[in-house]
């Protein structure tokens, strides 16, 4: 096969590479150039490219460079900007592999003539005995990225392959050492990579947007408090309130964007049994309403059992009052056995009605 495998500078991918040329495939290296703006985190950098094109020349394979960056502004960046301004807490990693990994490059991919792609991700595609590809969580329990890509279809599963999904991290690094890769000991990047890390959050969007002060109240409506920037509130956010210390823990409950407040209340008040996904997609057919599920609400986040109680729109109710899921992030379902995704989407700051 021919095989298009998205190099972004990191071990992971450079072993995906290293493996699919050990299978006999016909392999072509790209790394992407999404961020042109400043960088020193991510895998955005001039270095990456570089240890990318480098690993390439070790495997002795063509190494291409996209250019990317009206795309990834366009269905990224200006997002992130937008979804603080609306009270939203985005996940741009995620909006990265649905509009550019997984839909312009295996687009690019496919008028280049390739019957693959490939990237570095820890998560594995299987087949179910009836013929249906299946999203199924990596081999490696700490490092599993099903979370991340739970937007892929059957034609999009079809399309691609995750060559690393069945080893651990540390076999991935031994093979990368075996080889002699220059990328074997590089540490795993963990930011989002136009937010450096001299300036944070705070900087980009500050240089973006103007700030709005809003009111700290209570869930009764009593002043607390105030903050200088209502775009940098999340649900379950402690700190950065202006609240006197030596009381009980108050958490967000609520960003109230339209009238300017933050409501915070003790830990019970932001439990929720209930939780509404919007733009969902699912990997083959939708679970049944009524059908257990395990839910999922962050990379890492454990699975919490949960029942569909809807699927227009989807909303869930978990077997045990969990934090209230911040509008924005990501929720993926899984099935019962925790072993592949059926799908996901987005929370939404609607309550659910039907729970």
């Not at 249906?132 to 081999?139: A, E, I, K, P, Q």
């Not at 700490?142 to 892929?152: G, R």
């Amino acid at each position: 096969m021919k095989v298009l495998v998205a190099m972004s500078g990191g071990v992971d991918s450079s072993v995906a590479a290293a493996e699919l040329v050990n299978q006999g495939h016909h392999v072509v290296g790209v790394t992407l150039r999404l961020w042109g703006g400043e960088s020193d985190t991510g895998c955005c950098s001039v270095s990456d490219v570089d240890d990318a094109r480098r690993v390439a020349q070790q495997l002795n394979i063509d190494h291409l460079v996209f250019n990317f960056s009206d795309d990834f502004n366009k269905h990224v960046v200006a997002p992130y900007v937008q979804a603080h301004v609306d009270g939203i807490t985005p996940n741009p990693c995620i909006e990265c592999n649905r509009h550019i990994k997984f839909d312009r490059l295996s687009e690019r991919a496919r008028i280049l003539g390739f019957d693959a792609v490939a990237t570095g991700h820890h998560a594995q595609i299987t087949r179910a005995t009836q013929g249906t590809y299946r999203l199924t969580r990596g081999h490696d329990e700490l490092k599993d990225q099903s979370y991340v890509v739970y937007m892929l279809d059957q034609a999009e599963l079809a399309y691609t392959m995750f060559p690393v999904g069945h080893l651990t991290k540390a076999q991935v690094r031994d093979r990368a050492v075996a080889l002699g890769l220059r990328t074997a000991t590089k540490p795993d990047s963990q930011d989002v990579c136009f937010i450096s890390r001299t300036g944070g959050r705070e900087v980009f969007l500050g240089n973006r947007i103007e700030f709005r002060r809003a009111d700290v109240v209570t869930t009764d409506g009593a002043q607390a408090g105030s903050v200088d920037a209502l775009e940098l509130v999340t649900i379950g956010q402690r700190k950065g309130l202006g609240l006197p210390g030596g009381g009980p823990k108050q958490y967000v409950v609520d960003v109230d964007t339209p009238n300017a407040r933050v409501v915070i209340g003790n830990e019970d008040q932001l439990l929720r049994t209930g939780l509404a996904v919007r733009n969902v997609t699912w990997a083959n057919q939708a679970p049944s309403c009524g059908e257990k599920v395990l839910v999922q609400c962050s990379a890492h986040g454990a699975a919490l059992p949960a029942t569909v109680r809807c699927l227009d729109p989807l909303v869930l109710r978990f077997d045990a009052a969990q934090r209230r899921i911040a509008p924005g992030q990501s929720v993926v379902c899984y099935d019962i056995t925790n072993s592949f995704v059926l799908g996901g989407g987005i929370a939404d700051a609607a309550e659910p009605l039907t729970i």
